[in-house]
């Protein structure tokens, strides 16, 4: 009997291709999430569960799935799986590291650079008919070359935005728990702790995964530091910056701008007040989007539900050392 798998949502034709031949597979083909009650009913005879970070795989959901070997996430953050209760339970979790490390940082940097010369506003600006003639003085924004960009967070995709901040003569500093004096080297950048790295920078990048240790690790304190010109992007995730404290420090100019791909929550409710801010450009959680490298972790994602199903040790997996169940 093929393995009976739940894919949450639509999937690129590639990694159906891989799925379905060898599985009893049913794929969620709605834009929303499953609600959490069908999903609770689905996985009660699931061996395996192919998941967005939308889902919210938790103890509840795993003790509703007695058969569950291994639920791959499309996406490399997993903080919406709780991985030590499903260590605990002979549950396989993989994620998809690395394909999207380059995307990322491109998207990081697009946002910084939006950011920095003002872009989006450009556009408004254009659109509302005020665009008369041109002046001298309109729209004036922070020059990227020259500037120090600070990351906070050097995994790989903070390594590769440093890479791109190299390449526009700009200096980089770091904060990172890790210290990696071989990047330092490499890249040609600089370890700090964060509140020197966030007192220096004109740039603020936050590449760090959410943990109980990161979680409105951005809030006021922090924000109160940064340079009054400074601009902050965020492409990790929502709740690592403290949203409220970020709209006070943006309205009352205690930092220049923000550019985020991420929200808490997703999405951003309409009335949320930084939508009201020129000087806030917000991304609907998009920087891994581009056809190549969507492909390539749905495709990573199926070769990691697969890999559980058959009692293999994932290609990438988020707890290797569990002992998955039968
Ligand atoms: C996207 O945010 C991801 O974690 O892949």
Redesign the pocket.
């Given at each position: 009997m093929k393995p009976k798998v739940f894919v949450t949502r639509m999937l690129p034709q590639k990694a159906l291709d891989l799925i379905l031949p060898v599985c009893d597979a049913e794929i969620w083909q709605e834009e929303l999430p499953p609600p959490r009650d069908l999903l609770l009913s689905k996985v009660r005879d699931l061996d395996g569960l192919l998941s967005l970070?939308t889902d919210k795989i938790d103890a509840t959901l795993m003790d509703a799935a007695p058969k569950l070997k291994v639920v791959s996430n499309c996406?490399?953050?997993f903080d919406n799986i709780d991985v030590p209760a499903a260590t605990q339970r002979g549950i396989a979790v993989g994620n998809?590291p690395g394909v999207?490390t380059e995307t990322t940082a491109d998207f990081a940097f697009t946002l910084l650079m939006a950011a920095a010369r003002r872009v989006v506003e450009g556009d408004r600006y254009t659109r509302a008919g005020k665009w008369k003639t041109w002046g001298l003085t309109v729209l004036l924004g922070q020059d990227i070359h020259g500037a120090t960009l600070g990351l906070i967070g050097l995994g790989r995709i903070g390594a590769a935005m440093a890479k791109r901040a190299k390449g526009f003569d700009m200096r980089v500093m770091y904060y990172d728990p890790f210290r990696r004096e071989d990047l330092e080297k490499e890249l040609g950048i600089t370890y700090s702790d964060l509140d020197t790295v966030v007192r220096q920078a004109d740039f603020v990048s936050v590449h760090v995964p959410l943990t109980n240790e990161t979680r409105k690790l951005v809030n006021q304190d922090l924000l109160s530091k940064m340079k009054q010109t400074a601009i902050i992007v965020n492409t990790s995730r929502g709740p690592v910056v403290d949203q409220a404290a970020l709209y006070a420090a943006l309205r009352d100019g205690v930092i220049a701008g923000a550019a985020l791909d991420v929200t808490d929550p997703e999405p951003i409710a309409l009335n949320d007040p930084l939508l009201t801010l020129e000087n806030c450009i917000v991304a609907p959680?998009i920087?891994?989007a581009s056809v190549t490298t969507r492909t390539k972790m749905a495709t990573m994602a199926a070769e990691n539900l697969l890999a559980g199903l058959r009692g293999e040790k994932l290609p990438t997996p988020v707890n290797p050392e569990v002992k998955q169940r039968n």
């Open positions: 970070l996406a490399v953050g998809t999207l959680h920087a891994s």
